[in-house]
């Protein structure tokens, strides 16, 4: 229980309060997925920070050197996807226990290096520190026309509200780690893996920005019922969640897929006669799958999801929150 009674939002809520209104070349400040910059008519700049602490984002009980630093790396190259650019350069500051090896650097930064190279990634900088307990934290850099920006804002009254890939895994995986089991069915080990190396949706975030059939766009890092609130309250609509709809794994329960947080997939909002479109170009050139699990309604029809028996439920921004 956080007896100070703050969030990790309403913190960030009152920092933004205390900055004057941004200048002409600042197209999107605090309260998306990236800042958003302009370089010319041509090109935004992006940039994204994130960090991963050990005991509060990984388990080094459980997380080898090698998958944190792609963890690392994955997590903010999904807040470039969920604008629909191109990741281009990132610098890394570490904050070190005395005791680090330089076994745990190497491995870290194999991870760290390996997805980076994946999406063409340059590592470009970054400092060191030392610390009480081990924290890598990234800072992105990328890139994209403004034709293609995607923003949380956008979303409008009677869009449908669709996810890429499936939900709850990476919760779900914990949640079998903390168990301890020796021997884990082949639908657990996806789970595991997830919650382990996410898979940012890079390319699916371009195809859907290069489209134009996407009206407003978020990453499901917090759980889905945390982060469809954010494209909520930044336009101001409502929302009805189908938990019967929602996409999942073997073994992992719909509800885990509603609150879970660290999927990585890319939550959009659109209107319904360009899914089946957007659906044939994403399996085509990724072999990704999409899911409409909602629709966006007036604000004053509130927020609500459908358990499977059809009853009509308040929806509670009940996902990670860093503070809680």
């Known amino acids: 229980m956080n007896k100070n009674n703050i969030s990790e939002f309403s913190i960030i809520k009152r920092i933004s309060a205390k900055f004057p209104q941004y200048k002409d070349t600042i197209i999107k400040g605090i309260g998306d997925d990236a800042a958003v910059i302009k370089i010319n008519k041509n090109k935004y ?73 994946k999406y063409n990634v340059i590592i470009v900088g970054g400092n060191i520190s030392k610390s009480n307990q081990f924290i890598i934290d990234i800072f992105l850099i990328g890139e994209i026309s403004p034709k293609n920006l995607l923003l949380r804002s956008g979303a409008k009254i009677g869009d449908v509200v669709v996810v890429t890939g499936t939900l709850g895994d990476s919760a779900k995986g914990l949640e079998l780690l903390k168990k301890n089991k020796n021997n884990y069915l082949s639908q657990e080990k996806q789970s595991i893996s997830k919650y382990h190396l996410p898979i940012p949706r890079v390319e699916e975030g371009m195809i859907l920005a290069e489209s ?90 509130g927020r609500w999801f459908i358990d499977e028996n059809g009853k009509k439920m308040k929806l509670i921004p009940r996902g990670w929150d860093h503070l809680i």
């Open 212 to 301: 134009g059939m996407v009206n407003s766009m978020i990453d499901i890092s917090d759980g889905l019922s945390s982060d469809l609130g954010h494209i909520c309250d930044e336009n101001k609509v409502g929302v009805n969640v189908f938990l019967e709809k929602l996409p999942v794994s073997k073994g992992v329960k719909k509800i885990i897929a509603l609150n879970g947080g660290e999927d990585y997939e890319l939550c959009f909002t659109t209107s319904f006669r360009n899914v089946k479109h957007l659906l044939e170009i994403l399996k085509k050139k990724t072999g990704t799958n999409i899911t409409i699990v909602g629709e966006i309604l007036p604000s004053k029809e």
């Open 45 to 117: 700049l992006l940039y994204t920070c994130d960090a991963q602490v050990s005991g509060e984002h990984f388990l080094e009980k459980y997380s080898s050197p090698y998958q944190i630093g792609r963890k690392a790396a994955a997590v903010n190259l999904s807040d470039i996807a969920a604008m629909g650019g191109i990741p281009k350069y990132l610098l890394v500051s570490l904050f070190l226990p005395k005791n680090t090896t330089n076994t745990f650097i190497d491995e870290l930064y194999s991870g760290l290096t390996e997805e980076c190279k």
